[in-house]
């Protein structure tokens, strides 16, 4: 099976078993770029705009992260990363024209504008890197001692794989939607939004998924080339909190406004 979702296939694409398989593939790669990132402090001057001079941007209002992620994605926009449905920018206003012929995908997901984005950046900044990162005993230093690119570097890493596997649960709607429509277009049409998040919730996998992901960070937090009593590369506990408290309800976020959105434009609306 590709490690990529097949969007050329929409039956393939929204079937559970694929998306399933794509759901661990992204907590691989979630927990991968969290341990990168726990290997240099919270840096929190680069959260700060204005608290590092951008030399070749003075004007800029953002913080250090912010500007390297907004470069990040307007380079990234013009090879298409944005083109695909399961990507979504944190700077919609940094998309630039393509430098490759645009890509044309069939329809998967129904036409909506759920992003989730700005929220997840501030659960990240406030809540999960205060929990994940090394905390050294000391005050901040100097811009070239504190590895501020570096720890940027891995911010944009870590925000764009969370926000694919937040975004994801578009995918999980429409395809729930599709195998119980009557039970679906009910509780839209009564904007019970308690009943869909009860509808879409499955508690023994969410249990079985925060469990997957403690196994996953104590072995992949272990360097096997060094002592046994050697601490971890990642706090584990910090890591199912994130999915618990974070990566999970705001998956279920957009998992309901998506069906929300669902009935626009169908019989049904």
């Known amino acids: 099976m590709d490690s990529a979702i097949d969007l050329s296939d929409p039956t393939r694409a929204l079937s559970l078993p694929h998306i399933r398989y794509q759901l661990i593939r992204l907590e691989d ?97 406030g809540s999960i890197l205060p929990q994940v990162c090394a905390h050294v005993g000391r005050k901040e230093r100097a811009e070239a001692q504190e590895n501020y690119g570096s720890a940027a ?63 996953k960070a104590e072995m992949y937090g272990t360097d096997p080339n060094m002592d046994t009593e050697a601490p971890l590369k990642i706090n584990v506990d910090a890591v199912v909190a994130m999915y618990k408290d974070h990566v999970i309800p705001l998956t279920k976020v957009v998992e309901v406004e998506y069906l929300m959105q669902r009935l626009k434009g169908t019989r049904w609306e």
């Not at 909506?112 to 659960?123: A, H, I, M, P, Y």
């Not at 649960?169 to 839209?188: H, M, N, P, T």
């Open 29 to 125: 790669t979630v927990l991968f770029h969290l341990i990168e990132r726990a290997q240099f402090p919270l840096n929190s001057t680069i959260y700060s705009p204005g608290a590092i001079p951008i030399l070749n941007a003075p004007s800029t209002n953002l913080s250090f992260m912010d500007w390297v992620l907004r470069s990040q994605e307007e380079l990234q926009s013009k090879i298409r990363r944005y083109q695909s449905p399961d990507e979504y920018p944190f700077f919609p206003d940094a998309m630039a024209e393509t430098v490759l012929p645009p890509l044309k995908y069939p329809k998967v997901l129904w036409e909506n504008d759920v992003c989730v984005n700005e929220e997840l950046k501030g659960r990240y900044v």
């Open 153 to 215: 570097t891995a911010d944009v890493n870590c925000l764009q794989s969370l926000s694919r596997r937040v975004h994801f649960g578009k995918f999980v709607a429409e395809s729930k939607f599709l195998q119980d429509e009557e039970r679906f277009v009910r509780l839209i049409k009564a904007e019970d939004r308690q009943g869909i998040d009860e509808a879409i919730t499955d508690a023994k996998v969410e249990k079985k998924v925060l469990e997957r992901l403690r196994l």
